[in-house]
């Protein structure tokens, strides 16, 4: 069974630092991994996909890696501002589009 | 439509009412996900449509909750006979392709139901 795990759980940094959120997961057969953020009451709003033959994704201040064999995923994030703040998830589709879920990281950037 | 829709976005309702949530994919997407979110929890999935069709139910947490989908596009879910617990967000998510690699999913922003 697919376990995905995220850490921290929670950080908090000030505005302007670049952070490292992590993900891990237990079995490698994975398709991709998928990041999202999820504001509070909101739903998900998708970040990065990686497809499982990829390294790294960019999206501005956003770069996701996936290490499939041993695992791991890092969403790195550069030059933090106070409207990064959200809970960032990471998921893998296990089988036939179920997606199992990371607990989450909640980050928060003050300014 | 531009993203996912869902509707309504709050319904409270009293318990043992019947409550249906609807959700309308990205045009085009073939598959079609319903995920519960309780207060301060993960995200549960309940079930996947490929099409029409509901290869994966495994997530419906009683025979209380079902879902079905009119063709590609709208999908319903029912809960009948409300209980306190089923108090949650329940998201939509759809994706272009089925199947194992789902590619990238888009969520809807949820319909929070508080059962009281």
């Known amino acids: 069974k697919q376990e995905v795990t995220q850490i921290p759980a929670a950080l908090s940094v000030p505005e302007g630092e670049n952070l490292v959120l992590n993900c891990s997961f237990t079995?490698?057969?994975?398709?991709?991994l998928q990041w999202f953020r999820q504001d509070p009451g909101k739903g998900l709003t998708s970040l990065l996909l990686?497809?499982?033959?990829?390294r790294e994704q960019t999206s501005g201040r956003l770069n996701a890696s996936l290490d499939k064999s041993s695992g791991r995923s890092t969403l790195y994030i550069a030059a933090s501002q106070p409207g990064d703040s959200a809970t960032y998830l990471c998921?893998?589709?296990?089988?036939?589009?179920?997606?199992?879920f990371g607990q989450g990281t909640i980050l928060t950037v003050h300014p | 439509g531009a993203g996912v829709s869902q509707s309504p976005s709050n319904k409270v309702t009293e318990k043992g009412k019947d409550v249906e949530l609807r959700c309308d994919p990205i045009?085009?997407?073939?598959?079609l996900y319903w995920y519960r979110q309780r207060l301060g929890q993960g995200l549960e999935f309940l079930i996947y449509f490929q099409g029409n069709s509901a290869p994966d139910k495994s997530g419906l947490p009683s025979d209380r909750f079902s879902a079905e989908r009119t063709g590609e596009s709208v999908s319903t879910l029912t809960i009948q006979r409300t209980q306190q617990e089923d108090s949650a967000v329940y998201l939509c998510?759809?994706?272009?392709?089925?199947?194992?690699?789902?590619?990238?999913?888009?969520f809807g922003e949820g319909s929070r139901l508080t059962v009281l």
């Open positions: 998921a893998v589709p296990t089988s036939y589009g179920k997606l199992t």
């Open positions: 045009s085009g997407h073939t598959a």
């Open positions: 998510a759809s994706s272009l392709v089925a199947g194992g690699n789902t590619g990238e999913l888009f």
């Open positions: 990686i497809q499982s033959s990829q």
């Open positions: 079995d490698s057969a994975i398709y991709n």
